[in-house]
């Protein structure tokens, strides 16, 4: 299960309100993409769904569970940064399994969950190199496989093909559909490369300044577009 109800969120920083009243379903195995402009609040509404931000307002529930004042590792919710965010100096295993072992995950199930992630995504003959040793393309795998160990009901992903180049956005981007494919789990992904929203979604969520322009699959915006800031975003190929 993974089913995720966004209320009427709202999200201030100081006196500048970020996110202005967000209401979103995403049902459970739905692939959902978050696009708009830099500074709209995607990363913010990632970051208040996975209770790195609490919101101002509003409520998140997770399968039907208000999760307001649940903390961030008990939400059932693993997250995939642009920057990888490993750490430098644990090899490749030891970043995989580390939320495990602090959730006292007993030795022989971490290295069964490591060696079944590591297969899903070509890691085996990278487990005992340090992220230093990797290429970009290799540590945002291991981001990736770090995530899928812990087995989560909702896999969010900020931006994680952006640092790579284009040829590695691809394949990355296909190892990610094979994924979701593959485990059926919901996944929350914010990009704003309108290739990788168009092929990957299930249905687009479209931001500007803090509120939904409009919510559909990949052809509903693309043939029906709410308003001219849609259509801009979603049409126009850039
Ligand atoms: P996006 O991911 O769509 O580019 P963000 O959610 O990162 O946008 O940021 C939305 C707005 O919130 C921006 O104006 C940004 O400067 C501001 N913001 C984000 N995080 C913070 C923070 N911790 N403190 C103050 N302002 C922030
Ligand atoms: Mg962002």
Redesign the pocket.
């Known amino acids: 299960m993974g089913s995720l109800q966004l209320k009427s969120i709202r999200k201030a920083?100081?006196g500048?309100e970020?996110l202005k009243g967000i209401d979103l379903e995403v049902k459970d195995g739905e692939f959902v993409i978050f696009v708009?402009?830099?500074?709209?609040?995607?990363?913010?509404?990632l970051?208040t769904i996975a209770g790195l931000?609490d919101a101002t307002s509003g409520s998140v529930r997770i399968d039907g569970d208000e999760v307001g004042h649940v903390a961030p590792a008990k939400r059932g919710i693993a997250m995939v940064f642009q920057s990888y965010a490993l750490y430098p100096h644990l090899t490749v295993k030891d970043n995989m399994g580390l939320g495990l072992k602090q959730a006292g995950v007993p030795r022989a199930e971490i290295d069964e969950k490591i060696a079944k992630a590591a297969g899903m995504l070509s890691l085996e003959p990278y487990l005992a190199r340090r992220p230093a040793e990797l290429s970009g393309g290799q540590r945002q795998r291991v981001a990736i496989g770090r995530a899928i160990v812990r087995e989560p009901k909702l896999f969010l992903f900020?931006e994680p093909l952006s640092n790579l180049d284009a040829a590695l956005r691809v394949n990355t981007r296909l190892e990610i559909a094979r994924l979701h494919r593959s485990l059926k789990a919901t996944m929350i992904y914010?990009t704003h490369d309108q290739v990788e929203a168009m092929t990957l979604a299930d249905k687009i969520v479209v931001?500007s300044a803090g509120r939904i322009e409009q919510v559909g699959s990949p052809m509903e915006l693309y043939n029906r577009p709410a308003n001219l800031f849609v259509a801009g975003f979603i049409g126009s190929p850039q």
Request: one cysteine or more; glycine letters at 22%.
């Open positions: 920083f100081g500048h970020v708009g402009p830099s500074g709209c609040g995607k990363s913010t509404l970051r931000e900020d914010v931001l």
